[in-house]
Each structure stands twice: as structure tokens, then as C-alpha cells.
């Protein structure tokens, strides 16, 4: 498994952009898909985006955030990236990184191997 650390979060304006970033432990980073998903209060965790692991050009995003949200990863650096551009008040959620090993990036969330611990994005109107 590899252990996972966000970062990036904070509180921002509608409108506004943010770059979420997920770092990895671990030699086999580039064997993960690696996924984002956000919780919102009171709501269960929810699918954002996630990038393969042997074909890092296809990606899969919510249409929620489809055309607004980018993600990406560098795996010399053990990280993958969230873009998240023209962010809106119901994008105010605690993201998540998930890492599931030679994955195909499905968009429940009991498939994965390994989370970060979260970090906190709030938009305000």
C-alpha cells in the first residue's frame, strides 16, 4: 500500500480556482490509479476524478465538475494533482485521494487501497 497526504484545501471565493495535491509513499506510485473524492457535510463520499495508471491520457470526472476540474500526475514526483477551476459553493467538501493498485478507476469508493486523511475546501458565494 502506499500512504497518501493532501494538501492544498482552504477557503476561497466563487469563481475562484485551487490546486489539490495528493503525495504518495512508496516505490509503485506509477502502478496506482489515483482517484479524487469529496465529502460534503451530511452527504456520503462522492467521485470527483481519477487518472489511470498504465494510460495517464485517459481520465474520468464527474459530470459535476467535468470542464471545470483537471487532474493530473507526475509520478517521478509521487504526486497527483486537482485543478479545480471556477469553483462553486457546492464544490465545499473534504477531498479525498484515493490509491487503488493497477486499478481501473471505478467510481465507488470501497475499491481503493489506500486514503489520505482529507483536506478541506470551502467556497464561499
Known amino acids: 500500500q502506499v500512504h497518501l497526504v493532501e494538501s492544498g484545501g482552504g477557503t476561497v471565493q466563487a469563481g475562484d480556482s485551487l490546486r489539490l495535491s495528493c503525495a504518495a509513499s512508496g516505490r509503485t506510485f506509477s502502478s496506482y490509479a489515483m482517484a479524487w473524492f469529496r465529502q460534503a457535510p451530511g452527504k456520503e463520499r462522492e467521485f470527483v476524478a481519477c487518472i489511470r495508471w498504465w494510460n495517464v491520457d485517459i481520465t474520468y470526472y464527474a459530470d459535476s465538475v467535468k470542464g471545470r476540474f483537471t487532474i493530473s500526475r507526475v509520478n517521478a514526483e509521487n504526486t497527483v494533482y486537482l485543478q479545480m477551476n471556477s469553483l462553486k459553493p457546492e464544490d465545499t467538501a473534504v477531498y479525498y485521494c484515493?490509491?487503488?493498485?493497477?486499478?481501473?478507476?471505478?467510481?465507488?469508493?470501497?475499491?481503493?487501497?489506500?486514503w489520505g486523511q482529507g483536506t478541506q475546501v470551502t467556497v464561499s458565494s
Open positions: 484515493g490509491a487503488q493498485f493497477r486499478g481501473t478507476c471505478i467510481k465507488g469508493d470501497t475499491g481503493y487501497d489506500s
